[in-house]
């Protein structure tokens, strides 16, 4: 591939998202790309996959080229895996799923056949072809994403923060795969990850991109990262050994806000797993953690009240319910304002508005907050999120990283007594993970509760209590 001047900048954006690129990459090579949020590198893989658009999506300068054409005109070359996974799920059954793509460029069904159980098998989705896609936990969607482009046999593989919903087993499994995978075709990678750690020893080249997507360091992973280490991480990017600073977090000071009951969780009342007692208490930020699949994200929108528990009980303490009765499944959403706010795993499901100040103040908006309080609140937000410059901007526009912190502030912003977030780091840089972990830390010194499911380390470090699930069906 080749980019000559290349910019791009998106429909109603006054900003380039990227512009005057100049790079070329061999083909075979394996090149791992770097920079904080907002730099324009899912920006750069979406036009090699020639699925950016066209003039009335966007405005186009310079050259960039796939095997001398357009990318536009050479699309099935390039296999593309999105930052949000559950965007690219198209059919009702993982087998199904995986063999849309071949089918599509032709592939004989007898190869079909034998693509689809090895491209599961590689990713490590142990499930039977007939399993629901719509039933599957993030990470499982991720592996399903990856499998789905495997099967394809591209020749240009654009990985967009693949394991950034793994736990660390996963991540070590499909970091092997695709690694196996492009040797054994022979396929350009092309990984943007913030998980420098986990990629760099084992690919060719580092790309590093600043602001509006220019080139800030190209060259041999070690040399990069040790030469140009220190201006890396202030610029965002997470060098080994330059990790940002953990907030420090105040021991559990308060009384539980809300405790559960012989609680078993599923979805549609078909139960998933029981979950041992537990109390969320005020003043205190816990983490759930456990493999993909392991129910994480079902039991925090149980708790959320957003799920109806199969069995037991979800039981929210005076200080929490303030007055509403019952359990939190029946209150409305506006009792939930106040009280519970949930950010979901994937942050576009929570978007209401067209634009991302109106979002911050969807929940102030509600509760019928005074106009001068919601403007100094939102623009409080605003400028600890960094988002002060796209207060205009289409949430749907923002990179995967600026829409989950958007979606945290969201829910911060009626400053509810309980939070709970579901991977709430996904998509961050160096900077932008100190700010929004020195978010979470006020929330917590103010009183509040904040239940975060979570693989990132350093959250489950910086952590007052944790709870660990196992994985389904193991036992106790």
Known sequence: MRAAGWGWRHGGRRAWAVEGLDLSIEPGERVLVLGPSGSGKSTVLSALAGVLGDAEDGEERGILTLDGADPRAARGRAGLVLQDPSTQVVLPRIGDEVAFGPENLGVPVAEIRRRVPAALAAVGLHLPLGTATGRLSGGQQQRLALAAVLAMAPGLLLLDEPTAELDPAGVVEVRDAVLAAAAATGATLL????RVAAWAPYVDRVLVLGSAGRLLADG?????LAERGAELAAAGVWVPGREPATPELPQPTGDPLLTTRGLVVGRDRNPLRPVADLALGAGSLTTLAGPNGSGKTTLALTLGGLVPPVSGLVEPAPALAAGVAGAPIHWRSRDLLTRIAMVLQSPQHSFLTGRVRDELAVGLVALKRPEVERAARVDELLERLGLAALADANPFTLSGGQQRRLSVGAALAAAP?????????????????????ALLAEVVTAGSGVLAATHDPALLAAASSRIDLAPVGARA
């Open 220 to 224: 041999p992973p070690h040399r990069v």
């Open 191 to 194: 990984v943007v990850e913030h």
């Open 417 to 437: 007594r309980l939070v709970i977030l579901d991977e709430p780091t996904f998509g961050q840089d160096a900077r932008t993970w100190a700010a929004l972990v």
